[in-house]
């Protein structure tokens, strides 16, 4: 299983419309609005690293309203 949270910067007031998109993600276990530096983080969750990176590029950095991402992924150690 590859996890990532994804942080996201939108445009101003875009907040809401993004995590609604982020919603019918199918990959994206949760998403929760912030307040600070970022304005919305998403939990992705998917069965290998390339099918998370591919949902991130493919389907999360393309939602309108979306003006930067910062991408963690984790690691088992």
């Given at each position: 299983?590859?996890?990532?949270?994804?942080?996201?910067?939108?445009?101003?007031?875009?907040?809401?419309?993004?995590?609604?998109?982020?919603?019918?993600?199918?990959?994206?276990?949760?998403?929760?609005?912030?307040?600070?530096?970022?304005?919305?983080?998403?939990?992705?969750?998917?069965?290998?690293?390339?099918?998370?990176?591919?949902?991130?590029?493919?389907?999360?950095?393309p939602i309108n309203g979306i003006v930067e991402?910062?991408?963690?992924?984790?690691?088992?150690?």
């Open positions: 299983m590859a996890t990532a949270f994804v942080l996201i910067t939108t445009a101003p007031g875009r907040e809401k419309e993004v995590s609604q998109a982020l919603d019918n993600i199918e990959l994206v276990t949760k998403r929760w609005m912030l307040f600070g530096e970022y304005d919305v983080i998403a939990k992705v969750e998917a069965e290998d690293e390339f099918t998370l990176t591919r949902i991130i590029v493919e389907e999360i950095r991402t910062k991408t963690l992924i984790g690691a088992e150690i």
